[in-house]
């Protein structure tokens, strides 16, 4: 099970930081992503790190503003998220599975809001 958390109300070029804790077995040659999906928009890949090996992804749309992290103790994934605009304002899930996109496991989602 997945369980995202840390969403909020934020303004414009305010930061924001997700946490994804994870319970059961987790392959370390698993991929966990973060999705988002805004309003009357389809799902978007924001980043997405890979377990073991701790490479990372991320769409121009982010990058150089988002940043994946994971602590593999807590069994945990973070978004960093900095800059933020109004276009980031969306419902963000983390996500897991045997590859990036193919995510098997969601969590529940966490709602951003960011303001102009």
């Known amino acids: 099970q997945l369980q995202a958390y840390g969403g909020g109300l934020v303004q414009t070029g305010d930061s924001l930081r997700l946490s994804c804790a994870a319970s059961?077995?987790?392959?370390?040659?698993?991929?966990v992503g973060w999705v988002r999906q805004g309003p009357g928009t389809g799902r978007e890949l924001v980043a997405n790190?890979?377990?073991?090996?701790?490479?990372?992804y991320y769409p121009d749309s982010v990058k150089g503003r988002f940043t994946i992290s994971r602590d593999k103790g807590k069994k945990s994934v973070f978004l960093q998220m900095d800059s933020l605009k109004p276009e980031d304002s969306a419902v963000y899930y983390c996500?897991?599975?045997?590859?990036?996109?193919?995510?098997?496991?969601w969590g529940q989602g966490t709602l951003v809001t960011v303001s102009s």
């Open positions: 996500a897991a599975g045997t590859s990036i996109g193919e995510y098997r496991l």
């Open positions: 790190i890979r377990w073991g090996a701790g490479t990372t």
């Open positions: 059961g077995p987790f392959l370390s040659s698993w991929s």
